[in-house]
């Protein structure tokens, strides 16, 4: 079955550092924009970073940018998202998501949940003292 699954998420004190993984299984991450989002206790999900296909572009959350970077490594058909500085407002359930042929319009179109067509579970970020 199509498949996304999301790991590296933990309890991590204000200031330190996780890598989030999306492996996918039942079709190759390298035709599809991969974004993350994540939804804290009490709020809306929100976009927090995208991949795009094919120009590899990279998109951020005004909130990450600087702080968080999103990659891809094909061979292991898995996405990451590095977070550093990590601050207790971090704190949320981040989730991976993939859209086929990913491209066009993507600067502002990545944080429109409807455009995807694969979700994951979701992983637990807990950012505290």
């Known amino acids: 079955q199509v498949q996304l699954v999301e790991s590296g998420g933990g309890l991590v004190q204000p200031g330190g550092s996780l890598r989030l993984s999306c492996a996918a299984s039942g079709f190759t991450l390298d035709e599809y924009a991969i974004s993350w989002f994540r939804q804290a206790p009490g709020k809306e999900r929100e976009g927090v970073s995208c991949?795009?296909?094919?120009?590899?572009?990279?998109y951020y959350a005004g909130s990450v940018k600087g702080r968080f970077t999103i990659s891809r490594d094909n061979a292991k058909n898995t996405v990451y998202l590095q977070m550093n500085s990590l601050k207790p407002e971090d704190t949320a359930v981040y989730y991976c998501?993939?859209?086929?042929?990913?491209?066009?319009?993507?600067?502002?179109?990545?944080?429109?949940?409807?455009?995807?067509?694969?979700w994951g579970q979701g992983t637990q970020v807990t950012v505290s003292s």
């Open positions: 998501a993939a859209d086929h042929r990913g491209t066009r319009g993507m600067d502002v179109g990545w944080v429109n949940e409807g455009r995807y067509d694969y």
């Open positions: 991949l795009s296909s094919s120009d590899g572009n990279t």
